[in-house]
Protein backbone atom coordinates (compact mmCIF):
# COMPACT_ATOMS: atom_id res chain seq x y z
CA UNK A 1 0.00 0.00 0.00
CA UNK A 2 1.21 3.56 -0.32
CA UNK A 3 0.38 6.79 0.69
CA UNK A 4 0.48 10.45 0.01
CA UNK A 5 2.60 12.58 2.62
CA UNK A 6 2.88 16.33 2.39
CA UNK A 7 5.35 18.24 1.09
CA UNK A 8 6.73 21.27 3.15
CA UNK A 9 7.39 23.15 0.23
CA UNK A 10 6.22 22.79 -3.80
CA UNK A 11 9.32 20.41 -5.43
CA UNK A 12 10.58 22.57 -8.14
CA UNK A 13 11.90 19.22 -10.02
CA UNK A 14 8.21 18.18 -10.42
CA UNK A 15 6.84 21.45 -11.44
CA UNK A 16 8.63 21.10 -14.66
CA UNK A 17 8.64 17.68 -15.22
CA UNK A 18 4.97 16.99 -14.53
CA UNK A 19 3.70 19.20 -17.72
CA UNK A 20 5.93 16.72 -19.50
CA UNK A 21 4.58 13.54 -17.80
CA UNK A 22 1.03 15.08 -18.96
CA UNK A 23 1.94 15.40 -22.33
CA UNK A 24 4.15 12.10 -22.47
CA UNK A 25 1.33 10.64 -21.01
CA UNK A 26 -1.58 12.17 -23.26
CA UNK A 27 0.26 10.52 -26.57
CA UNK A 28 -0.16 7.43 -24.85
CA UNK A 29 -3.12 7.55 -23.66
CA UNK A 30 -4.39 9.24 -26.88
CA UNK A 31 -2.82 6.28 -29.00
CA UNK A 32 -4.78 3.95 -27.01
CA UNK A 33 -7.86 5.97 -28.34
CA UNK A 34 -7.22 6.30 -31.82
CA UNK A 35 -6.42 2.39 -31.65
CA UNK A 36 -10.17 1.93 -30.52
CA UNK A 37 -11.15 3.93 -32.98
CA UNK A 38 -9.72 1.47 -35.80
CA UNK A 39 -6.83 4.09 -36.73
CA UNK A 40 -2.93 3.37 -36.69
CA UNK A 41 -2.05 5.14 -32.89
CA UNK A 42 1.32 6.05 -34.08
CA UNK A 43 0.24 7.22 -37.54
CA UNK A 44 -2.46 9.66 -36.01
CA UNK A 45 0.22 10.98 -33.08
CA UNK A 46 2.79 11.33 -36.10
CA UNK A 47 0.23 13.74 -38.12
CA UNK A 48 -0.44 15.54 -34.94
CA UNK A 49 2.57 16.58 -33.83
CA UNK A 50 5.16 16.17 -36.71
CA UNK A 51 3.18 16.78 -39.97
CA UNK A 52 2.35 20.54 -39.12
CA UNK A 53 5.90 20.94 -38.95
CA UNK A 54 7.98 18.99 -41.07
CA UNK A 55 5.16 16.96 -43.37
CA UNK A 56 3.96 17.80 -46.64
CA UNK A 57 2.09 20.51 -46.18
CA UNK A 58 4.22 22.08 -43.71
CA UNK A 59 4.82 25.05 -45.80
CA UNK A 60 1.15 25.94 -45.29
CA UNK A 61 0.27 24.69 -41.75
CA UNK A 62 4.24 25.98 -39.65
CA UNK A 63 2.22 29.85 -40.40
CA UNK A 64 -1.30 28.46 -38.93
CA UNK A 65 0.70 27.83 -35.48
CA UNK A 66 1.27 32.05 -34.57
CA UNK A 67 -2.20 32.06 -35.49
CA UNK A 68 -3.57 29.66 -33.30
CA UNK A 69 -1.36 30.25 -30.49
CA UNK A 70 -1.95 34.39 -30.18
CA UNK A 71 -5.31 33.82 -28.83
CA UNK A 72 -4.66 31.09 -26.34
CA UNK A 73 -1.08 32.88 -25.20
CA UNK A 74 -3.07 36.29 -25.22
CA UNK A 75 -5.80 34.69 -23.02
CA UNK A 76 -4.18 32.51 -20.76
CA UNK A 77 -1.69 35.19 -19.83
CA UNK A 78 -4.57 37.04 -18.45
CA UNK A 79 -6.00 33.98 -16.74
CA UNK A 80 -3.00 32.97 -15.53
CA UNK A 81 -2.78 36.39 -13.21
CA UNK A 82 -6.19 35.61 -11.56
CA UNK A 83 -5.61 31.88 -10.99
CA UNK A 84 -2.42 33.01 -9.05
CA UNK A 85 -4.43 34.97 -6.67
CA UNK A 86 -6.93 32.34 -6.31
CA UNK A 87 -9.49 34.10 -8.47
CA UNK A 88 -10.97 32.04 -11.33
CA UNK A 89 -12.46 33.48 -14.48
CA UNK A 90 -13.75 29.99 -16.48
CA UNK A 91 -15.94 32.09 -18.52
CA UNK A 92 -12.83 34.33 -21.26
CA UNK A 93 -14.84 32.49 -23.71
CA UNK A 94 -17.63 34.90 -23.32
CA UNK A 95 -15.28 37.72 -22.54
CA UNK A 96 -13.72 36.82 -26.10
CA UNK A 97 -16.76 36.69 -28.39
CA UNK A 98 -17.97 40.28 -26.63
CA UNK A 99 -14.64 41.35 -27.45
CA UNK A 100 -14.75 40.46 -30.68
CA UNK A 101 -18.47 42.49 -31.50
CA UNK A 102 -17.53 45.47 -29.72
CA UNK A 103 -14.65 45.81 -31.74
CA UNK A 104 -15.74 45.12 -34.80
CA UNK A 105 -19.13 47.25 -34.21
CA UNK A 106 -16.29 50.19 -34.14
CA UNK A 107 -15.76 49.44 -38.11
CA UNK A 108 -18.92 48.22 -38.69
CA UNK A 109 -19.78 51.96 -37.39
CA UNK A 110 -17.01 53.81 -39.78
CA UNK A 111 -17.38 51.78 -42.98
CA UNK A 112 -16.94 53.00 -45.31
CA UNK A 113 -14.52 55.92 -43.93
CA UNK A 114 -10.87 55.16 -43.89
CA UNK A 115 -7.98 56.28 -41.27
CA UNK A 116 -5.04 54.55 -39.00
CA UNK A 117 -7.46 55.47 -36.42
CA UNK A 118 -9.99 52.92 -36.92
CA UNK A 119 -7.95 49.36 -36.29
CA UNK A 120 -6.36 51.28 -32.60
CA UNK A 121 -10.17 52.38 -31.50
CA UNK A 122 -11.57 48.56 -32.61
CA UNK A 123 -8.31 47.27 -30.22
CA UNK A 124 -9.71 49.82 -27.33
CA UNK A 125 -13.29 48.82 -28.01
CA UNK A 126 -12.23 45.09 -28.35
CA UNK A 127 -10.16 45.33 -24.98
CA UNK A 128 -13.28 47.47 -23.40
CA UNK A 129 -15.60 44.90 -24.35
CA UNK A 130 -14.07 41.71 -22.70
CA UNK A 131 -13.46 44.10 -19.34
CA UNK A 132 -16.98 44.70 -19.02
CA UNK A 133 -18.20 41.51 -19.33
CA UNK A 134 -15.34 40.04 -17.11
CA UNK A 135 -16.25 43.02 -14.92
CA UNK A 136 -19.70 41.53 -14.22
CA UNK A 137 -18.78 38.20 -12.41
CA UNK A 138 -16.05 40.26 -10.55
CA UNK A 139 -19.11 43.04 -9.14
CA UNK A 140 -21.43 39.82 -8.25
CA UNK A 141 -18.74 38.50 -6.00
CA UNK A 142 -17.48 41.62 -4.31
CA UNK A 143 -21.31 42.97 -3.84
CA UNK A 144 -23.51 39.73 -3.04
CA UNK A 145 -20.23 36.66 -2.78
CA UNK A 146 -21.55 35.23 -5.93
CA UNK A 147 -19.27 32.31 -7.44
CA UNK A 148 -16.75 34.15 -10.17
CA UNK A 149 -16.69 30.30 -11.57
CA UNK A 150 -20.10 29.87 -11.81
CA UNK A 151 -21.21 33.25 -13.14
CA UNK A 152 -18.51 33.81 -15.47
CA UNK A 153 -19.26 30.54 -17.39
CA UNK A 154 -22.89 30.70 -17.50
CA UNK A 155 -22.11 34.50 -19.12
CA UNK A 156 -20.64 32.33 -22.16
CA UNK A 157 -23.76 31.30 -23.03
CA UNK A 158 -24.99 34.67 -23.28
CA UNK A 159 -22.59 36.20 -25.33
CA UNK A 160 -22.93 33.12 -27.38
CA UNK A 161 -26.58 34.19 -27.92
CA UNK A 162 -25.43 37.97 -28.36
CA UNK A 163 -23.58 37.19 -31.15
CA UNK A 164 -26.04 35.01 -32.73
CA UNK A 165 -28.64 38.07 -32.31
CA UNK A 166 -25.90 40.54 -33.61
CA UNK A 167 -25.32 38.04 -37.05
CA UNK A 168 -28.45 37.53 -37.49
CA UNK A 169 -29.80 41.55 -36.59
CA UNK A 170 -28.17 44.69 -35.79
CA UNK A 171 -25.15 43.51 -37.36
CA UNK A 172 -25.85 41.67 -40.59
CA UNK A 173 -23.91 42.70 -43.85
CA UNK A 174 -27.18 44.18 -45.73
CA UNK A 175 -25.03 43.18 -48.88
CA UNK A 176 -24.99 39.92 -48.02
CA UNK A 177 -27.86 38.66 -49.83
CA UNK A 178 -29.66 37.67 -46.48
CA UNK A 179 -27.20 35.53 -45.03
CA UNK A 180 -26.42 35.88 -41.55
CA UNK A 181 -23.60 37.74 -40.54
CA UNK A 182 -21.38 41.24 -40.81
CA UNK A 183 -19.39 42.54 -43.50
CA UNK A 184 -16.04 40.49 -43.96
CA UNK A 185 -13.20 43.08 -41.94
CA UNK A 186 -10.91 41.34 -44.59
CA UNK A 187 -11.78 43.42 -47.14
CA UNK A 188 -12.12 46.32 -45.37
CA UNK A 189 -8.55 47.71 -45.16
CA UNK A 190 -9.02 50.39 -42.58
CA UNK A 191 -10.62 47.55 -40.19
CA UNK A 192 -8.04 44.31 -41.35
CA UNK A 193 -5.90 42.35 -39.48
CA UNK A 194 -3.49 40.96 -42.48
CA UNK A 195 -0.06 39.12 -42.11
CA UNK A 196 2.72 41.85 -40.41
CA UNK A 197 5.54 39.53 -42.22
CA UNK A 198 4.38 37.56 -45.44
CA UNK A 199 4.41 33.58 -44.83
CA UNK A 200 4.79 34.01 -41.37
CA UNK A 201 1.29 34.05 -40.12
CA UNK A 202 2.47 37.17 -37.74
CA UNK A 203 -0.72 39.86 -37.05
CA UNK A 204 -0.63 42.59 -34.50
CA UNK A 205 -2.49 39.80 -32.19
CA UNK A 206 0.36 38.03 -32.44
CA UNK A 207 2.42 40.99 -31.53
CA UNK A 208 0.10 41.76 -28.82
CA UNK A 209 0.25 37.81 -27.65
CA UNK A 210 4.21 38.74 -27.18
CA UNK A 211 3.64 41.96 -25.33
CA UNK A 212 1.29 40.13 -23.14
CA UNK A 213 3.66 37.06 -21.97
CA UNK A 214 6.31 40.26 -20.95
CA UNK A 215 3.95 42.51 -19.27
CA UNK A 216 2.85 39.44 -17.39
CA UNK A 217 6.38 38.74 -15.95
CA UNK A 218 6.89 42.11 -15.10
CA UNK A 219 3.89 42.63 -13.42
CA UNK A 220 4.60 38.77 -11.77
CA UNK A 221 8.24 39.40 -11.13
CA UNK A 222 9.37 43.08 -10.37
CA UNK A 223 5.87 45.23 -9.65
CA UNK A 224 4.05 45.73 -5.90
CA UNK A 225 1.26 44.26 -7.53
CA UNK A 226 2.43 40.89 -7.98
CA UNK A 227 3.67 40.29 -4.76
CA UNK A 228 -0.11 41.19 -3.90
CA UNK A 229 -1.04 38.68 -6.19
CA UNK A 230 1.18 35.94 -5.27
CA UNK A 231 0.32 36.56 -1.50
CA UNK A 232 -3.33 36.37 -2.20
CA UNK A 233 -2.94 32.73 -3.46
CA UNK A 234 -0.41 31.73 -0.94
CA UNK A 235 -2.26 32.90 2.25
CA UNK A 236 -5.06 34.84 1.64
CA UNK A 237 -5.47 36.50 5.32
CA UNK A 238 -1.93 36.83 5.65
CA UNK A 239 -2.32 39.22 2.26
CA UNK A 240 -4.77 41.08 4.22
CA UNK A 241 -2.35 42.23 6.72
CA UNK A 242 0.37 43.00 4.08
CA UNK A 243 -2.47 45.66 2.75
CA UNK A 244 -4.07 42.98 -0.18
CA UNK A 245 -7.66 44.45 -0.81
CA UNK A 246 -9.48 41.49 -1.57
CA UNK A 247 -12.68 43.36 -3.53
CA UNK A 248 -9.88 45.75 -5.45
CA UNK A 249 -7.80 42.72 -6.14
CA UNK A 250 -11.02 40.30 -7.83
CA UNK A 251 -11.81 43.88 -9.63
CA UNK A 252 -8.21 43.76 -10.94
CA UNK A 253 -7.55 40.05 -12.22
CA UNK A 254 -11.20 39.46 -13.73
CA UNK A 255 -11.25 42.83 -15.48
CA UNK A 256 -7.90 42.24 -16.86
CA UNK A 257 -8.37 38.85 -18.00
CA UNK A 258 -11.19 39.40 -20.09
CA UNK A 259 -9.70 42.75 -21.77
CA UNK A 260 -7.13 40.49 -22.79
CA UNK A 261 -9.75 37.62 -24.08
CA UNK A 262 -12.11 40.51 -25.56
CA UNK A 263 -8.69 41.61 -27.33
CA UNK A 264 -7.75 38.17 -28.50
CA UNK A 265 -11.39 38.15 -29.91
CA UNK A 266 -11.10 41.53 -31.85
CA UNK A 267 -7.85 40.25 -33.60
CA UNK A 268 -9.38 37.06 -34.40
CA UNK A 269 -12.33 38.77 -35.89
CA UNK A 270 -10.54 41.50 -37.78
CA UNK A 271 -8.22 38.75 -39.31
CA UNK A 272 -8.41 34.79 -39.36
CA UNK A 273 -12.48 34.85 -38.98
CA UNK A 274 -13.05 37.69 -40.57
CA UNK A 275 -16.27 38.56 -39.60
CA UNK A 276 -19.13 38.27 -36.67
CA UNK A 277 -20.93 35.01 -36.87
CA UNK A 278 -23.11 33.06 -34.71
CA UNK A 279 -20.36 30.76 -34.59
CA UNK A 280 -17.80 33.20 -33.37
CA UNK A 281 -16.51 31.26 -30.24
CA UNK A 282 -14.32 28.51 -31.07
CA UNK A 283 -13.07 27.13 -27.58
CA UNK A 284 -10.29 29.44 -27.18
CA UNK A 285 -11.32 30.50 -24.20
CA UNK A 286 -11.47 27.46 -22.90
CA UNK A 287 -8.10 25.42 -24.19
CA UNK A 288 -6.46 28.89 -22.80
CA UNK A 289 -7.36 27.60 -19.13
CA UNK A 290 -5.34 24.23 -20.26
CA UNK A 291 -2.15 26.65 -21.89
CA UNK A 292 -2.09 28.41 -18.57
CA UNK A 293 -2.21 25.28 -16.11
CA UNK A 294 0.39 23.63 -18.54
CA UNK A 295 2.08 26.32 -18.56
CA UNK A 296 2.64 25.89 -14.70
CA UNK A 297 0.83 29.59 -14.33
CA UNK A 298 4.02 31.23 -15.74
CA UNK A 299 4.74 33.52 -18.51
CA UNK A 300 7.61 31.47 -20.35
CA UNK A 301 5.49 28.48 -19.73
CA UNK A 302 2.20 30.00 -21.41
CA UNK A 303 4.26 30.48 -24.30
CA UNK A 304 5.81 26.79 -24.83
CA UNK A 305 2.46 25.56 -24.06
CA UNK A 306 0.05 28.02 -26.23
CA UNK A 307 2.91 26.91 -29.21
CA UNK A 308 1.92 23.03 -27.89
CA UNK A 309 -1.95 23.72 -27.96
CA UNK A 310 -2.27 24.92 -31.23
CA UNK A 311 0.14 22.66 -32.64
CA UNK A 312 -2.72 20.02 -31.16
CA UNK A 313 -5.21 22.23 -33.13
CA UNK A 314 -3.37 22.29 -36.75
CA UNK A 315 -2.29 18.29 -36.10
CA UNK A 316 -6.28 17.40 -35.19
CA UNK A 317 -7.61 19.24 -38.26
CA UNK A 318 -4.97 17.77 -40.60
CA UNK A 319 -5.53 14.10 -38.89
CA UNK A 320 -9.59 14.71 -39.63
CA UNK A 321 -8.68 15.09 -43.20
CA UNK A 322 -6.24 12.98 -43.80
CA UNK A 323 -7.13 10.17 -41.78
CA UNK A 324 -10.81 10.61 -41.03
CA UNK A 325 -10.13 11.34 -37.82
CA UNK A 326 -13.51 12.14 -35.81
CA UNK A 327 -13.59 16.08 -34.31
CA UNK A 328 -14.48 14.77 -30.92
CA UNK A 329 -11.78 12.13 -30.64
CA UNK A 330 -9.29 14.89 -31.24
CA UNK A 331 -11.21 17.26 -28.10
CA UNK A 332 -11.10 14.14 -26.15
CA UNK A 333 -7.08 14.43 -26.59
CA UNK A 334 -6.60 17.74 -26.11
CA UNK A 335 -8.74 17.35 -22.86
CA UNK A 336 -6.72 14.51 -21.87
CA UNK A 337 -3.95 16.91 -21.56
CA UNK A 338 -5.86 19.00 -18.68
CA UNK A 339 -6.78 15.78 -16.92
CA UNK A 340 -3.09 13.82 -16.85
CA UNK A 341 -1.17 17.67 -15.80
CA UNK A 342 -3.83 17.87 -12.67
CA UNK A 343 -3.51 14.11 -11.88
CA UNK A 344 0.31 14.80 -12.04
CA UNK A 345 0.14 17.76 -10.53
CA UNK A 346 -0.41 15.52 -6.75
CA UNK A 347 3.57 15.21 -7.27
CA UNK A 348 4.62 18.66 -6.34
CA UNK A 349 2.57 19.05 -3.41
CA UNK A 350 2.72 15.25 -2.04
CA UNK A 351 5.53 12.45 -1.90
CA UNK A 352 4.35 9.23 -2.72
CA UNK A 353 5.91 6.53 0.27
CA UNK A 354 5.05 3.62 0.82
CA UNK A 355 2.45 2.95 3.86
CA UNK A 356 4.69 0.80 6.89
CA UNK A 357 1.87 -1.78 9.10
CA UNK A 358 2.04 -0.85 12.63
Not at 36 to 45: R, Y
Not at 102 to 110: D, E, P
Request: proline residues 6%.
Amino acid sequence: MIQFVPRQAASGFWQIATPVMAVLATMVAGGLLFAALGHDPLAAIRTIFWDPLFGPAASYSRPQLLVKAAPLILIASGLAIGFRAGIWNIGAEGQYIIGGITGAAVALAAYPAEGMWIFPAMVVAGAAGGWVWGMIPALLRNWFGASEILVSLMLVYVAQRVAAWMAFGPMKNPEGFGFPGSRNLQQYPAAANPELIAGTGAHWGVVAAAMAVLATWFLMSRHIRGFHIRAAGIAPRAARFAGVRPQALVAFCLGLSGALAGMAGLFEVAGPAGQITDKLGVGYGFTAIIVAFLGRLHPVGILLAGLLLALTYIGGELAQLTMQLPAASVQVFQGMLLFFLLGFDLLTRFQIRRRVSA
